[in-house]
């Protein structure tokens, strides 16, 4: 069947572009990986078919371990980084190459997917020539084996040996552990003593990429009311009850900030009735009313998400004046909590965008440009983005991250193995 499938694959891995503008051993790197794109597919399907779930630590580390045999043929010095078993989560693989000379890099990747193993999502399944889907194929197992295929290039290209790389693969990207500073402790440590961070997560194309990410971070909306029959509501003994002050307060943070550029506030679970209870850790709750009662609880939990510090304590400021401004018979509360910071667009990133378009331009396949932050959420590289230039959206391409049937391109994806592959070879020099 695998045969079957790498067979079906061939046409997508059309002819390259002309390539007169690179150098010989980047020529290499670009032949080592037009000729091995049968094996970095074969790694993808392997690791696409292994459930990796945040919460499936065995799945997590299974993934780990076959990137760990890869990378150790590479001469990486391999280790595993665990977690407290209060986290309740896998670990980190970490990759170490030390060099004699070059700028240190950083390379992300994450080995868990939102698919647990009783989700709907299936194992790798071609479409049709340019066109694969399967559980995580390009969130993010697909731009892990970008990582990979690329420093494989480049060892065959003789420029390995003297490059310094800390190859980074979280087991919980998609739900961290918490306290979330303890999950990314040795992480970030790791991080700032490197010069340049990239990030694989999907590409949009082969002509954008992310220079800045948004930040995340969440929020707790609880409103208490006086309680009664639902025939006195709305009057000065009764009161509006608290599901009509919580759809207050919500809409009038859609009135107020929803044209803000980057900055979004999204409710995900709302609960309101007679007795009410709500389990944060595994985003559920339970809710008992009737219709002739006024409602004496609602609680809402959401996020908020933003492109830089001032932008998010100026929405927090915001959300509190509009919370504090209570219906009559209510009182509400807002609780904020941070997520990850974000990655602003600073002129480290501007700069290393550059660098990328210049290389797509020798490929061949046109200039690259910063996409829009507003299509992205947070990420890994947001926790180190305040110490190292970095860019972001370097993986595989594909559409319908987090959703069953989320797919990768395979007719971009050799191209944006090559672009990585340069890349890291040009910024190491």
């Given at each position: 069947m695998r045969k079957l499938l790498l067979s079906l694959l061939l046409p997508a891995f059309a002819?390259?572009?002309?390539?007169s503008q690179l150098t010989a051993p980047e020529k290499k790197a670009i032949a080592y990986i037009n000729t091995h794109m049968s094996a970095a597919m074969q790694l993808?399907?392997?690791?696409?078919n292994?459930?990796?779930?945040?919460?499936?630590?065995?799945?997590?580390k299974k993934v780990g371990s076959l990137y760990a045999?890869?990378?150790?043929?590479?001469?990486?010095?391999?280790?595993?980084?665990?977690?407290p078993d209060s986290l309740h989560r896998a670990g980190h693989l970490v990759a170490t190459h030390t060099g004699k000379k070059g700028k240190k890099l950083f390379l992300i990747g994450h080995l868990d997917t939102v698919f647990e193993p009783d989700m709907p999502a299936g194992p790798y399944t071609v479409i049709n020539d340019s066109t694969a889907t399967g559980q995580g194929v390009n969130d993010m197992k697909g731009g892990d084996v970008v990582i990979i295929t690329a420093l494989a290039a480049l060892q065959a290209a003789g420029q390995l040996k003297d490059m310094n790389v800390i190859a980074y693969f979280t087991g919980d990207e998609e739900r961290s552990g918490t306290p979330h500073a303890v999950a990314r402790q040795d992480f970030i440590a790791r991080a700032r003593t490197c010069d340049i961070?990239?990030?694989?997560?999907?590409?949009?194309?082969?002509h954008t990429v992310a220079a800045a990410r948004r930040g995340s971070s969440s929020w707790t909306l609880t409103v208490t009311a006086k309680t009664g029959h639902s025939a006195r509501v709305f009057s000065d003994s009764a009161g509006d009850g608290a599901i009509y002050e919580a759809a207050r307060v919500l809409n009038t943070f859609r009135e107020q900030l929803g044209a803000e550029p980057y900055l979004t506030f999204n409710p995900g679970l709302i609960i309101g009735g007679s007795d009410i209870k709500m389990d944060p850790q595994d985003a559920r709750g339970t809710a008992v009313g009737k219709s002739n009662i006024i409602s004496p609880a609602t609680r809402v939990?959401?996020?908020?998400?933003?492109?830089?510090?001032?932008?998010?304590?100026?929405?927090?400021?915001?959300?509190?004046?509009i919370v504090a401004n209570s219906l009559p018979g209510t009182h509400s509360t807002i609780y904020f909590s941070d997520g990850l910071p974000a990655m602003p667009p600073t002129p480290g990133n501007l700069n290393l965008v550059t660098e990328l378009s210049k290389i797509t331009m020798d490929m061949g396949i046109g200039p690259t440009e910063a996409g829009d932050p507003g299509v992205r959420g947070a990420g890994d590289i947001s926790d180190i983005a305040q110490y190292v230039d970095c860019l972001d959206g370097l993986g595989a391409p594909g559409d319908g991250a987090h959703k069953a049937g989320e797919t990768i391109n395979l007719k971009e994806y050799p191209l944006c193995i090559q672009r990585a592959a340069l890349l890291l070879y040009r910024l190491s020099r």
């Open positions: 002819a390259a572009p002309g390539y993808l399907i392997e690791t696409v292994i459930n990796s779930g945040t919460l499936n630590i065995d799945g997590v045999h890869e990378l150790e043929q590479l001469g990486f010095t391999v280790e595993w980084v665990s977690e961070a990239l990030a694989f997560e999907p590409a949009q194309g082969l939990t959401g996020d908020l998400r933003f492109l830089s510090e001032g932008q998010k304590n100026a929405a927090r400021e915001k959300m509190s004046v």
